[in-house]
């Protein structure tokens, strides 16, 4: 009996292990091999991270509201390179859009695997190779353009199969043989030198010349002579009524379009005005002022990428520095929802929280301006020259414990941040610590406990529960900032654990292990050159333990945090912890004692004293649950 157990623990043990170096999602492994076969001159891919929960904030990707990808669209990007038949693994896919790229190799058979994929554009590109017959699968396939690529071989008669194609451009290519009938009302073949629309070799030769010059709906190419007199008759009989009803059309277009480039202009004028206009204690500024101050938006005075847009230098017109994020969600239906946020969220007021100086809400864009932040964040400083020093990683521990506190405790309604992380953490002239990036968390009623949502943040600093369950509640940002501790004490990424071999595991894991040794130098920052208190950075990865507890209840709240960094409690708390954590150790080596006892045999007995101890049983229990479902 005790073998069997023996064995299901080291099934269990060895799944955790693999569980905690796998992807959390199939379609961010998926994507990241797509970009990895392809090349980003430009950077158009750059926010793709490998760390995310979800894909469903990068750029040129599109989801469901479950939370499916179901569009890849980076057209015109000057991608090259090739496509990876890992794209097949987006199994949600209805729409690629990669048109107008430099892309080469074959198109990846795979493809013919994706059986909601409506539209497929491949065009303009440098796509060689035949044509895959696995393209006749695509069951819901409407629109389908391969032109101006290097295509060769037989016509790919398999296309004829698809019941829903509607448009079809094989143009500018180098296919030969016959063309069959299709489905498709409108397709386009022109280009194809050896392209025919027979069935024999006579008929191939015959007519080649004459096919391959046209693009037109296949119905009009198959009327019969007759019917294409009556047709030229009737036209003509017809062109000077239509030749008059097109001039007054124009007409009246032109007039038309002079008055609303009139009532633009005044809402322009209108919009310029409302510059000044409050929301709450927020400035509204208009959507010129901020191209003007971020140069249109230039690349060159990007601060930052984000899962929700990008963050922009800027400079107004009266000199005032500031940080302008373009969010990349805009959805006019929207600007009510957005208004009410925005309104709420400026009444949050905290000397650490960053302020939202004001905003900009137009039909197609949704921008937020903040005071600029010298010293960027605290993910950055870890690794810039000089290091901080121990006494301002203490201060910017405190601060952005207080500025959390304020959004859980103090602030009506109480606010989620939801991504607690070095990279969130910003810095000001002085070094002060100032909570960033919580303008768009989740905001709760006094009713609610918890709050319900696709999963998002970065992995490693994600909350069990949260991650398994979808549930966050105030409990997730103490996770998050227990992990923020331990990067302020160690100098690391939740996630850069984990990749030598003294390192192996999360950074959490590695804490507790090392903290259980007593070998608490080994976790401090080599560029801290010793320059620190001992007994201090102990009591602050006791802090960083008690907040990444597994069970929420079990994690101390914001206002508590605060009080143990700023020296009171802690020895208190940390001893009922291992109080509670001892008792259950006993109990659990009670009952663990009592069924051996009852069906131990005299082999089973050696291997559980050999192999085996209780303290380390549950100690990798713990760090199995730490894990938590994928």
């Known amino acids: 009996m005790a073998l069997k157990l023996f064995y299901l623990f080291f099934v269990l043990l060895s799944a955790t292990v693999t569980f905690s170096f796998e992807p959390l999602n199939p379609e961010v492994e998926a994507l990241m091999s797509i970009r990895d076969a392809l090349k980003d001159p430009h950077g158009a891919l750059n926010n793709w991270d490998e760390d995310s929960v979800d894909p469903c904030s990068w750029a040129m990707i599109t989801c469901s509201p479950e939370n499916f990808v179901i569009g890849l669209g980076a057209p015109s990007q000057n991608l090259s390179g090739t496509l990876s038949p890992t794209i097949a693994n987006l199994t949600n896919l209805q729409q690629i859009l990669l048109q107008n790229n430099n892309i080469s190799g074959e198109i990846p058979a795979e493809l013919g695997r994706l059986p909601r994929l409506q539209t497929l554009d491949l065009s303009n590109n440098r796509f060689s190779g035949s044509v895959p017959d696995s393209l006749g699968q695509l069951a819901n396939l409407q629109y389908l353009r391969l032109n101006n690529n290097s295509f060769f071989g037989a016509f790919p008669v398999s296309l004829s199969r698809l019941p829903k194609l509607a448009f079809l451009d094989l143009s500018f290519n180098n296919l030969s043989g016959p063309v069959p009938k299709f489905p498709a009302r409108t397709f386009n073949i022109v280009g194809n030198p050896m392209i025919c629309s027979g069935h024999s070799s006579e008929e191939c030769s015959g007519t080649a010349s004459a096919v391959a010059t046209l693009s037109f709906p296949l119905d009009s190419y198959q009327r019969k002579s007759k019917a294409m007199k009556i047709a030229v008759a009737i036209g003509a009989s017809l062109g000077s009524v239509s030749l008059l009803l097109l001039l007054m059309g124009i007409l009246i277009w032109w007039k038309k379009k002079q008055k609303l480039q009139m009532i633009s202009d005044i809402n322009d004028n209108q919009e310029e005005g409302m510059t000044m206009v409050k929301l709450g204690n927020l400035r509204r500024f ?345």
């Open 286 to 630: 208009s959507l010129k002022e901020l191209q003007t101050a971020t140069d249109n938006f230039s690349s060159k005075h990007i601060l930052g990428k984000g899962g929700f847009g990008n963050v922009y230098r800027g400079r107004l017109g009266d000199g005032t520095v500031v940080a302008v994020k373009r969010l990349n969600e805009t959805t006019g239906s929207g600007e009510l929802q957005f208004r009410t946020e925005v309104e709420m969220i400026s009444l949050a007021v905290h000397r650490n929280l960053l302020r939202l100086v004001g905003y900009c809400a137009t039909s197609k864009e949704r921008l937020l301006v903040y005071p600029y932040m010298a010293n960027g964040s605290v993910a950055s400083r870890l690794k810039a020259k000089p290091s901080l020093d121990w006494n301002t990683r203490k201060r910017i521990a405190l601060g952005a414990a207080r500025g959390l506190l304020y959004l859980h405790e103090q602030c009506d309604p109480k606010i989620i941040h939801r991504d607690v992380k070095a990279a969130n953490i910003l810095l000001d002239d002085f070094c002060e610590a100032v909570v960033g990036d919580f303008g768009l968390a989740k905001l709760l009623d006094h009713s609610d406990s918890h709050v319900t949502t696709a999963v998002r943040g970065t992995v490693g600093h994600i909350a069990p529960e949260y991650l398994s369950t979808g549930q966050s509640s105030e409990k997730t940002d103490v996770f998050g900032f227990g992990i923020l501790l331990l990067e302020l004490i160690t100098g690391q990424r939740a996630l850069d654990f984990g990749k030598s071999a003294t390192q192996k595991g999360a950074m959490l894991d590695w804490v507790r292990k090392v903290h259980q040794e007593k070998k608490l130098d080994l976790l401090v920052d080599k560029e801290l050159r010793a320059v620190y208190d001992k007994i201090e950075v102990g009591e602050m990865v006791q802090v960083a333990l008690l907040c990444t507890q597994y069970l929420p209840a079990h994690r101390p709240k914001m206002s508590e945090v605060v009080r143990m960094l700023e020296g009171d409690g802690l020895a208190e708390r940390w001893e009922a912890s291992q109080k509670m954590n001892s008792g259950k150790q006993s109990q659990q080596k009670q009952q663990a004692a009592g069924k051996e006892e009852e069906n131990m045999d005299d082999d089973d007995h050696a291997i559980m004293l050999g192999t085996i101890h209780a303290d380390d049983d549950e100690q990798q229990l713990e760090e199995m649950e730490l894990s938590g479902p994928r």
